[in-house]
DNA sequence: TTGAAAGCGCTAACAG
DNA sequence: CTGTTAGCGCTTTCAA
């Protein structure tokens, strides 16, 4: 075997070597190569910012490219220009349409700025952030996205000292790391409780998950509360069910446990349209009319609270667009970053809407 | 300002130099010159498959990585060592519960062996998901796992090319490109038609998209008409309404038309539980008796079929399974190629299972 | 507009 | 078990 040359003064493709197979993938100085032209000249016709350069030449470049099968490789890309080329977006799950909305949103408006994004899930579990967080900074990513305010201490310090932007979505907080695109969950509720009380309920019922897991539903209940007391109304119909995300199950079995608890309540705020729609197929089993015999009012901009009949009652979010403000902040901020600036930290905030509907 | 010497030649801190702050990340050779040993004695004690070697160096190189805020760069790592360290994975939508849970179970097995998810979403759409592929692949995947065997050509050109295994998912393939786990939708669908048939069902309906954008609806369309022609039934009675995913506004939309259609109608089989949803609350909505006036199964495990009265007959799956058993069958191909060796090519097939419930 | 040199931070391979 | 040497494939920087 052969003393091993270094890859970039292997003989080209034009000597007496004709393997069309230049041991491993084709790199850049092999194209280079070919064409007789430094692999300088190659890497910036990748770059179409320098726009004015010869049309003729570039075109032949990437031509010859496509025909040798090469492939940008952008780990060393990313390596060599310290530019990763995307942003870590965390989210609690998948399967949840108002948070992968926001995903989806944050996406739309990153990929126009050639920005991939990389989610993760975190199960509603903050150790699992903190691990995810770890791992994905270890990938150098432009910028973090969060979902919510609730961090291990561990997980805040790795993101304050990642120095790149971060936003925290889905909350508004008293201590964010920097940004924050959001709205705060216990006004949103309270608010949903007024319009109940507008309407003449009094009896009003919190349904949700054990606080642990999900702040943000905690936020929801602390909302109903405070909203129940400055009306003088009772607050203490509340049943905690189920971990989050809580389930239509959870919301099924809360609900026969409220009734059961207090026969008297008129009307029941879920801490989700999930939960909502539980708790209305619960009554439709047992025979109870809604909102007869019980309203029933949801959270969220969840399809089917829409579909099912009567529709739910809820706090209508634009999920979507959640995430496309927070893109577009991100993308400032990471236009600052690249400048060597740091965008000075914004919140903004983002708002909802008390969709009344024929559950209530 | 003083010539730039490289990095690694850079003063140590014990010399006159006390910034805190070593201009840059701290990177293996800062922890290194502190401790006073070579790098590669910092990378290995990073690397625990070293497992023999002395505890209590390794204790203190971590130790102290951790007091600098050192954070091992994965991309340096991945350029160096040819490996990235995670899988591509394409599903048509994030907010499918199905696909999610598939991508849920993937990564709980490559989690476990450091292997992390990169997770993109096609919007059911090929062109997209060339375009994904693409971009993923410059990144240097050690595998990937797509949903279906509908790519566009170049699609899979890119997957052939990419010298990483490659598994389609939740489909059978004529052709597939190299590992497939999945199921027969037509012959689910068959088998749920047979089961309606046994019950005493004739005039039975198919709802679900228009064909081109989602192969699998198709394919349940497909299995639809094959078996009402083996049961010599009348086929004809055939919705398309809404691109995929098929929502279930489409589904409401699409019962109202069916029975408008063909008033004689007994039974209807939906391309998935969202339309089947949506078809349910229509007739309640219209007071129809389900399964009374008209039988409604869906397809799939989605929550609300199970959530809502009546529920819904349906084809069960094991999604999350699948995404599991995907991941098994990757790491075994990864293993395989990380020791110079290709896994033949495998076919797992999946069982689905009917179960009927209220709603036929 | 193009080219040459240097090196990003890490790991493979080999030597001690 | 630890150290040394030599790059990985690209971009940055500077010069032509």
Not at 111 to 116: C, D, M, P, V, Y
Not at 246 to 260: K, N, T
Not at 339 to 347: M, T
């Amino acid at each position: 075997m052969p003393a091993r040359l270094p890859r970039n003064e292997q003989p080209t493709s034009t000597a007496v070597v004709n393997s069309s197979e230049p041991s491993g993938p084709v790199t850049m100085a092999d194209v280079a190569a070919r064409l007789g032209i430094s692999k300088m000249t190659v890497s910036r016709a990748f770059r179409q910012s320098n726009g004015g350069r010869s049309n003729e030449l570039r075109q032949t470049i990437l031509r010859t490219c496509h025909e040798m099968g090469y492939v940008l490789d952008q780990t060393a890309r990313t390596f060599s220009s310290k530019r990763s080329g995307f942003v870590a977006a965390l989210i609690p799950a998948l399967n949840n349409s108002n948070f992968s909305d926001t995903a989806h949103g944050l996406t739309s408006v990153l990929a126009q700025r050639g920005l991939q994004v990389l989610l993760g899930y975190t199960d509603y579990d903050i150790p699992t952030e903190e691990r995810l967080i770890r791992e994905m900074l270890t990938r150098r990513p432009e910028g973090v996205v969060v979902t919510g305010g609730s961090h291990t201490p561990a997980a805040r310090k790795l993101l304050k000292a990642a120095g790149v932007p971060v936003i925290e979505t889905w909350d508004l907080l008293t201590d964010p790391i920097e940004h924050t695109v959001g709205f705060s969950n216990a006004e949103a509720t309270g608010a949903l409780v007024r319009e109940l009380h507008a309407k003449g309920y009094r009896r009003i019922a919190f349904l949700g998950g054990v606080a642990a897991s999900d702040a943000r539903g905690a936020d929801r209940r602390r909302g109903f509360v405070e909203t129940m007391r400055a009306l003088k109304l009772d607050a203490h119909r509340s049943i905690s069910v189920g971990h989050a995300p809580v389930s239509m199950a959870d919301g099924a079995r809360g609900v026969a446990e409220l009734v059961d608890k207090w026969p008297d309540v008129e009307a029941v705020v879920c801490v989700s349209d999930h939960a909502a729609f539980g708790a209305l197929a619960e009554c439709q089993r047992r025979g109870w009319a809604v909102p007869g015999r019980l309203a029933i009012a949801g959270f969220g901009s969840f399809e089917v609270g829409t579909a099912c009949h009567p529709q739910i009652t809820t706090v209508a979010l634009d999920c979507f667009g959640m995430g496309r403000m927070a893109g577009e902040l991100l993308v400032r901020a990471i236009d600052s970053a690249r400048g060597g600036q740091r965008l000075a930290p914004e919140i903004i905030t983002i708002p909802y809407n008390i969709e009344m509907r024929g559950s209530t």
